[in-house]
């Protein structure tokens, strides 16, 4: 089974400081077709203005992972982390049994593009937890890197789940191949430029869901240099 999600049919919220664009259900956006996938609960594009944020809040019992994509991210949480998180950067917070966290624009004067990926882990009411790591876009190009991973592999950041996240960047001509493990659920984002898919184009924001699928997919970078990230997760 493959599942397709457009970038324009999904949740939007548009609140002065913050344009944000949900593929699965999330806050005010409620679509009882697209609660998640697998483990896979949010996956939220986000760019929030100069000066803007998200003000204190409490998570429990969810891996929150962010991509920057441009811009810098401000983090702060009650666990005692503060730090911030640039283009390139991926952070890691483990909300285990309660953690309060901010996030904000860290400049005055560009806005900040990221993504906000949160997993369901495989245990509970763990102790919070919390990494951040450089991975090089350009290292990546034509080529897989594993962001994070149950085990640290690869440089990794090691997550409570049975679950990868990889991301490739593919300028026009690169081409890179994905194994699919029918005994395992992958997705496929978008996150920018553009994407050949087999025969399908796709475009930031566009993603594609596989259940039950094997064989290997075939990817292509066309036109404007994509960003993709891949999940790879237990049923």
């Known amino acids: 089974m493959v599942v397709e999600r457009p970038a324009g049919q999904r949740g939007e919220v548009s609140l002065g400081w913050l344009r944000s664009r949900h593929t699965f259900s999330f806050g005010h956006y409620h679509d009882p077709a697209w609660m998640g996938f697998g483990p896979l609960r949010v996956v939220n594009d ?43 950067d991926v952070q890691w917070m483990s909300a285990g049994h309660g953690i309060e ?20 882990p495989d245990r509970l009411n ?50 890179v191949a994905l194994a699919l493990d029918p005994a395992r659920l992958h997705w496929l984002h978008v996150a920018t430029g553009e994407v050949q898919v087999g025969d399908r184009l796709l475009r930031a924001g566009d993603a594609l869901g596989f259940a039950d699928e094997g064989g290997t997919l075939q990817l292509r970078g066309v036109g404007e240099a994509g960003d993709v990230l891949w999940f790879d997760l237990p049923h």
């Open 126 to 175: 763990a102790q919070p937890a919390y990494d951040q790591r450089h991975f090089d876009p350009a290292a990546r190009r034509g080529r897989w890197a594993t962001l994070v991973s149950p085990d640290g592999a690869d440089g990794s950041i090691a997550i409570r789940q049975q679950a990868r996240v990889l991301a490739t960047r593919l300028e026009a001509g690169d081409a």
């Open 46 to 88: 986000d760019t929030v203005a100069p000066g803007g944020g998200f003000a204190p809040h409490r998570h429990a019992n969810m891996e929150i992972i962010s991509v920057v994509l441009e811009g810098a991210l401000a983090h702060k949480d009650s666990a005692g982390h503060a730090g911030v998180v640039r283009a390139g």
């Open 101 to 120: 966290h901010s996030e904000y624009n860290a400049s005055d004067a560009e806005p900040v593009h990221f993504l906000q990926l949160w997993i369901q």
